[in-house]
């Protein structure tokens, strides 16, 4: 009686944490893709997405032969960048089931193809969208290989897409009993380099080569005898660069692998056997339900980690923008300071050209004969052409002085008030009939004399006029010439004033669309991170609900009237491993 006790409590030592890990699981996945937690062992595989990963998920689950290439053709729709789930079916039939629960049944490939099609063209213009994995459930005819079967059969392969988003992460992931990561090894060149970026952040995970017999070193290796066995294989490439802390399985499983080498097949039937006892492997509920809360805290950390960066690439790029706007409006400021300055050059300019000396008119009243006769005389002749002739000096040295005012208001440190010459070369007045009388007695010699005087001062007039015209043209041309420089460097200032405001405001609008991105980012981050808190939460909380229930049980039978000795001995034996169990897996939070 004792033994079957100890059978009974050794058997449902382990059950309060499936329990505690079914409903974890439940909890975990939205309401709408619960259907996939029927699967026991699922396997997450990362990489590129091509043919030959496709055709490994197809190999790994069991198919073979050329319709498996077929199929493998058909399934190689990741361009949309979502995911799948790999599954057998029940029947002979394919069955798409999508997220929103619709099912779409297929009997042949051919029909598969066809919806699969029908999938790309309604994601390809946004008529549907997909954040959770389309579980595919394979026909049960392309379940060709026999070795294994029943572990294939328990078998659920998430294929995860080229990029994907760290909420699909961090609801699979810590669901997968094991990570693939599959690299093209004619493509790798010796090192993992494809591989780096699709390696998990947490869980194991095993390094898988496909076409690892179509390398020319490999193909030469075998032909000269270096490989002639799976190990000298797969040390091959350890031996050639390939760095990895993880199991590395050179895999291939070509139709020409027998053209390398006649034990090819065997020995790839062989890698693949091991693979799959690899990750088939039985574990116990209790490193199960270790490896998930794993990795749950280790998206928490890497959530963590990124939420820091992002918080502060946020906070740099919003810096950046107030230094860009201060920036902006700088050169807003400097480029409206530089056009008034290249509006007030052109209106020196304008003002400069329109400068001129006015020209002196003299009064010539008497050489026109209409003095009376005692008026008559060489003195006023001459006092009147003396007279004339000062005005005219004076007149002239004003107007220099009033133009010497205005182009050095324009020119400034350019001109001297002192600039102009005022000592013009005027001609002298020689009268003809002057040598005898004051008075004259002939009309005519008046007249003769009064046109001399006026000749003379029209003359020196000209004189004059031209003496200041031509200082003052030279005076402008200079000034225009200076002018025209200055405005010439001030229209460069300003184009580069305000090609510089252009790309400042082009940089702040590119700060604002890169703010609203790190927001949208930091957003993302910051659900996928309260999820992963969440779900630990919820986890612990399950764990202590359902070991509760078990401890209860166990107290239960131990305060039973007609418990012996020995079975409240067992009891409180197994009461003790149950709260070791819960203490390593909640590492002693709650106890």
Not at 74 to 103: G, M
Not at 292 to 308: I, N, P, T, Y
Not at 409 to 433: M, V, Y
Request: aromatic share 8%; charged share 30%.
């Amino acid at each position: 009686m004792i033994a079957d006790l100890l059978t009974r409590l050794e058997t449902e030592k382990d059950r309060w944490i499936e329990f505690a890990l079914n409903q974890y699981v439940m909890s975990l996945l939205p309401s709408d893709c619960k259907t996939n937690t029927v699967d026991q062992n699922l396997i997450g595989v990362f990489g590129p997405d091509r043919f030959d990963k496709t055709s490994f998920i197809l190999r790994l689950l069991g198919t073979d032969g050329r319709e498996c290439d077929r199929l493998a053709q058909v399934l190689t729709v990741n361009e949309f960048n979502f995911s799948f789930i790999y599954k057998w079916s029940a029947d002979d039939c394919f069955h798409l089931v999508y997220p929103d629960q619709t099912r779409a049944a297929c009997k042949n490939v051919k029909e598969l193809e066809t919806e699969l099609q029908a999938l790309r063209k309604q994601i390809e213009f946004w008529l549907v969208t997909y954040d959770q994995p389309i579980i595919v459930e394979l026909s049960r005819k392309y379940l060709s290989s026999r070795l294994l079967t029943d572990k294939r059969e328990k078998l659920s392969i998430i294929d995860f897409p080229c990029e994907p988003e760290a909420r699909l992460l961090s609801e699979y992931l810590p669901l997968c009993s094991v990570c693939l990561v599959t690299e093209s090894a004619p493509e790798m060149g010796g090192q993992l380099l494809q591989a780096r970026r699709w390696l998990p952040d947490t869980g194991d995970y095993y390094i898988v080569l496909t076409q690892s017999l179509q390398t020319d070193p490999v193909q030469k290796a075998v032909g000269s005898g270096e490989i002639t066995s799976l190990e000298e294989l797969r040390e091959f490439y350890l031996r050639n660069g390939v760095e990895s802390v993880h199991p590395i399985f050179p895999l291939d499983f070509g139709r020409n692998v027998v053209t390398v080498s006649p034990n090819a097949p065997v020995w790839m039937d062989a890698l693949f056997l091991e693979l799959l006892e690899e990750v088939t492997g039985t574990k116990s509920p209790e490193t199960r339900m270790l490896e998930v809360k794993s990795r749950m805290r280790g998206f928490v950390r890497a959530k963590d980690l990124q939420l820091e960066t992002l918080e502060k690439k946020l906070q740099e790029l919003q810096e950046n923008l107030i230094a860009c706007e201060q920036s902006c409006r700088q050169s807003e400021d400097d480029a409206a300071q530089l056009f008034g300055q290249v509006e007030l050059c052109e209106a020196e300019l304008t003002s400069l050209k329109e400068i001129e000396i006015e020209k002196f008119e003299a009064s010539t009243n008497e050489a026109k004969g209409l003095a009376p006769f005692k008026e008559r005389k060489i003195s006023k002749l001459k006092e009147s052409f003396k007279q004339q002739e000062t005005s005219m000096l004076d007149f002239y040295e004003e107007q220099a002085a009033r133009v010497s005012i205005l182009l050095k208001e324009i020119l400034q440190d350019g001109f001297s008030l002192r600039a102009f010459d005022t000592n013009p070369p005027i001609g002298r007045l020689a009268l003809k009939h002057g040598k005898g009388l004051d008075q004259y007695l002939n009309q005519g010699n008046f007249e003769e004399d009064a046109s001399i005087v006026r000749e003379t001062l029209e003359r020196n007039n000209e004189t004059i006029f031209g003496y200041y015209t031509r200082q003052l043209h030279d005076y402008k041309e200079k000034g225009e010439k200076r002018l025209q420089e200055q405005l010439k460097v001030k229209e460069e200032k300003y184009e580069e004033a305000a090609k510089r405001g252009r790309e400042t405001q082009e940089q702040q609008e590119q700060y604002k669309h890169k703010i609203l991105e790190a927001e949208e980012q930091l957003t993302e981050a910051r659900s996928v991170y309260h999820h992963c808190l969440e779900s630990i939460h919820n986890l612990d909380d399950l764990l202590k609900e359902e070991f509760a229930k078990a401890a209860a049980s166990l107290q239960e039978k131990m305060l039973a009237g007609n418990a012996s000795d020995i079975e409240r001995w067992a009891c409180h034996n197994y009461s003790q491993r149950m709260l070791k169990q819960a203490e390593r897996m909640m590492k002693n939070d709650y106890f």
